[in-house]
């Protein structure tokens, strides 16, 4: 019994309850919202490439064009991230931080099996109930890898992957086009491509391309490579108010106007 109390996450006792309530049509349960994003990687002959797209949203608003989905694991090893953004960003920090420890404690760089395995473990504790669907693509010491971790735990080791509700956009440009043994050029101009049908395809992809480019001798990062949705018309003296236009800033200057400062302040 100490040891349930102690264990921590989450608790799903209550889960038959809210179960019962719904059917009753006592409780209108909340729906989860549909998530929208293009992610992928691919494996080259010199390392591998991930790509993403830069919207985020809200239900059926676009809050962000051009976030970053793009999520730093270690120096060789990144994490492209589809879900809940809170989800993707926390659950890849924190393997970020275990990975820099296990590599302070051991002296050598970190596999991209290590993070999977954290990845993978962290995921399946929670059930589903953490919204990180991943791409993770890295170079180590047996070469390059690219891997899929989905929400509940289960993963998958492939030449090529892709994730998010773009996916299968993305998926049937690599079906066409991939071949074993791409320089690295290739590769990226295909992930290009891949992203760029998400983005075309599916509403809740969409912005900007992002591409990240891992081999041996570490990570490229190239943001924004393609801008696929630029504004095209923009007012001539938008946001342009006069002096004195803030009745805040007058009233601030007269309340600090006779406020003295010591000689042994430093103000910026």
């Given at each position: 019994e100490a040891f349930q109390k102690s264990r921590g996450g989450f608790s799903f006792d209550l889960c038959d309850r809210n179960k019962n309530l719904a059917q009753d049509g006592k409780v209108n349960v909340p729906k989860t919202k549909k998530t929208g994003t293009t992610i992928c990687g691919i494996v080259f002959k010199d390392g591998v490439v991930l790509g993403a797209d830069t919207r985020a949203t809200e239900g059926p608003i676009v809050c962000d064009k051009n976030c970053e989905k793009i999520h730093k694991i270690a120096e060789k090893i990144w994490c492209c991230g589809a879900g809940t953004s809170?989800?993707?960003?926390?659950?890849?920090?924190?393997?970020?931080?275990?990975?820099?420890?296990?590599?302070?404690?051991t002296g050598k760089e970190p596999r991209v099996i290590t993070a999977l395995t954290r990845l993978k473990q962290r995921l399946f504790q929670y059930q589903g109930y953490i919204s990180a669907a991943l791409v993770l693509g890295g170079v180590d010491v047996d070469g390059p890898h690219i891997y899929t971790v989905w929400p509940h735990g289960s993963t998958d080791h492939l030449p090529y992957a892709t994730m998010g509700s773009?996916?299968?956009?993305?998926?049937?440009?690599?079906?066409?086009?991939?071949?074993?043994?791409?320089?690295?050029?290739?590769?990226?101009?295909?992930?290009?491509?891949?992203?760029q049908a998400g983005i075309w395809n599916d509403l809740g992809s969409g912005g900007n391309v992002d591409c990240m480019v891992i081999t041996k001798k570490g990570a490229k990062m190239m943001r924004n490579m393609e801008t696929l949705n630029d504004r095209t018309f923009h007012a001539e003296g938008f946001y342009k108010f006069p002096k004195g236009t803030t009745e805040l800033a007058e009233e601030a200057k007269k309340r600090f106007a006779n406020v003295s400062i010591s000689s042994g302040m430093e103000v910026e």
């Open positions: 809170a989800d993707t960003e926390n659950v890849t920090g924190l393997i970020e931080s275990q990975l820099e420890l296990h590599r302070l404690a773009g996916s299968l956009a993305a998926m049937a440009v690599f079906e066409a086009e991939y071949k074993d043994d791409m320089d690295e050029k290739e590769a990226v101009q295909l992930v290009n491509q891949a992203i």
